[in-house]
C-alpha cells in the first residue's frame, strides 16, 4: 500500500513539474518573440552596402555615430560644428542634447583640450553628461581635429 501511494505521489509530483516546466518555456518563448528590434536611422553606404547608421534606437536608448568636422578651421570651430551635428543627429533620433548620458571626445592633438572644453562647456545643460576624453594616435578619420560619439534617452 505504501510503495503503491508512493508511485502515485511520484507520478502526481512529475506531472505538476513537467506542466510547470511547460509554462515556464512557453512564456520563455514569448519573451523571445516579443524582444524589440533595434532601430537605425541616417544609414551610410559603402559601394550600396549598408556600412553604418548615423543612430541606433533600442528601447529608450539611443546611440549617436562619432561626428566629425571635415572642412578647414581651428578646434573651437571643429568643435562647434561636432556638437551641431550630434544635436542635429539627436533631434532626428527623437531626443535631445539634455538626455545625453555620455559622450565620447576623440581628439587629433592632446594640446587642443582646452579650447575643446571651452566649445563644449554649457551644450548638455545643468547636467552634463559623463565623459572620456582622449588623443587618438595617427588622427582622427577625416582630417577632423576632434570627432564626438553619444548615447541618449528618449
Known amino acids: 500500500m505504501k510503495t503503491e ?5 511520484k507520478k502526481l509530483f512529475a ?32 559601394q550600396d552596402v549598408p556600412l553604418f547608421s548615423g543612430h541606433t534606437k533600442f528601447n ?14 581651428d578646434i573651437t570651430a571643429h ?14 533620433a527623437g ?6 548620458l555620455k559622450c565620447s571626445v576623440f581628439l587629433h592633438d592632446l594640446n587642443d583640450y582646452k579650447a575643446m572644453n571651452e566649445a563644449y562647456k554649457g551644450r548638455f545643460g545643468s547636467k552634463p553628461p559623463v565623459r572620456t576624453t582622449v588623443a587618438v ?5 577625416g582630417d577632423s581635429l576632434v570627432e564626438i560619439d553619444c548615447i541618449a534617452y528618449i
Not at 529608450?60 to 578651421?73: Q, S, T
Not at 568643435?79 to 532626428?92: C, F, G, S
Open 60 to 73: 529608450n536608448m539611443v546611440f549617436i555615430a562619432g561626428k566629425g568636422a571635415h572642412f578647414e578651421g
Open 15 to 46: 506531472s505538476v513539474a513537467g506542466v510547470t516546466g511547460l509554462g515556464i518555456a512557453s512564456s520563455q518563448a514569448k519573451a523571445l518573440e516579443a524582444a524589440p528590434e533595434k532601430e537605425v536611422g541616417n544609414v551610410v553606404n559603402h
Open 95 to 100: 531626443s535631445s542634447m539634455s538626455k545625453v
Open 137 to 141: 594616435y595617427g588622427g582622427v578619420p
Open 79 to 92: 568643435t562647434k560644428h561636432v556638437l551641431d551635428e550630434l544635436e542635429k543627429e539627436l533631434i532626428a
Open 5 to 9: 501511494r508512493r508511485s502515485i505521489l
